[in-house]
T-cell receptor, first 116, second 113 residues
Framework: EPEVTQTPSHQVTQMGQEVILRCVPI?????FYWYRQILGQKVEFLVS????????KSEIFDDQFSVERPDGSNFTLKIRSTKLEDSAMYFC??????????????FGAGSRLTVL | DQQVKQNSPSLSVQEGRISILNCDYT??????FLWYKKYPAEGPTFLIS?????DKNEDGRFTVFLNKSAKHLSLHIVPSQPGDSAVYFC????????????FGQGTELSVKP
């Protein structure tokens, strides 16, 4: 079964450092997403991406965050200068978006980011 | 702004019995609802969905019920199995919001043998 793969599974970084989280979406999917889950809290939308540009972003997705599809397979989330509160599990997801009214996202296993 | 709420953080059920997980929403523009299941150290996995034009959708042991007037949906699992033990997330989307999913806080289901 096709799956979304994410790397690294766990990254530990110092506050202020840049972090890049990588994702390989399902090959025939055209819509890509990043979500995050702070420990014990709900899964929160960060950003959606289609046709090489951001479709929508949440208030969380400030200037410290950026996304990119550098080639035909990878989708990356960059945090320029990490803060302690960026510590969370980051989930990448992709979808075919058959219809905005019936959009099923397939999620990766997540990348755990720990900021010290 | 909690548009999707799961008020029970945990639920414990005996194997073979019915598990009922509940979810409430506030945004009347939501027109598609999904349940995801999540095991530790894994991403959420799609389980079942329902469109707002329906009030019930069934898939094997899993049934989702939607009550639009009450802005409430529930997931029934029957019979419950120990392998169903996981965190269950309710999610919703609106056609005019680009298909992004808004998640509830999750309910941790424990099915005891």
């Amino acid at each position: 079964e096709p799956e979304v793969t994410q790397t690294p599974s766990h990254q530990v970084t110092q506050m202020g450092q840049e972090v890049i989280l990588r994702c390989v979406p399902i090959s025939n999917h055209l819509y890509f997403y990043w979500y995050r889950q702070i420990l014990g809290q709900k899964v929160e939308f960060l950003v959606s991406f289609y046709n090489n540009e951001i479709s929508e972003k949440s208030e969380i997705f400030d200037d410290q965050f950026s996304v990119e599809r550098p080639d035909g397979s990878n989708f990356t989330l960059k945090i320029r200068s990490t803060k302690l509160e960026d510590s969370a599990m980051y989930f990448c997801a992709s979808s075919e978006m058959i219809s905005p009214g019936a959009n099923v996202l397939t999620f990766g296993a997540g990348s755990r980011l720990t900021v010290l | 702004d909690q548009q999707v709420k799961q008020n029970s953080p945990s639920l414990s059920v005996q194997e073979g019995r019915i598990s009922i997980l509940n979810c409430d929403y506030t945004n009347s523009m939501f027109d598609y609802f999904l349940w995801y299941k999540k095991y530790p150290a894994e991403g959420p996995t799609f389980l079942i969905s329902i469109s707002s034009i329906k009030d019930k959708n069934e898939d094997g042991r899993f049934t989702v019920f939607l009550n639009k007037s009450a802005k409430h949906l529930s997931l029934h699992i029957v019979p419950s199995q120990p392998g169903d033990s996981a965190v269950y997330f309710c999610a919703a989307s609106a056609r005019n919001q680009g298909g992004k999913l808004i998640f509830g806080q999750g309910t941790e289901l424990s099915v005891k043998p």
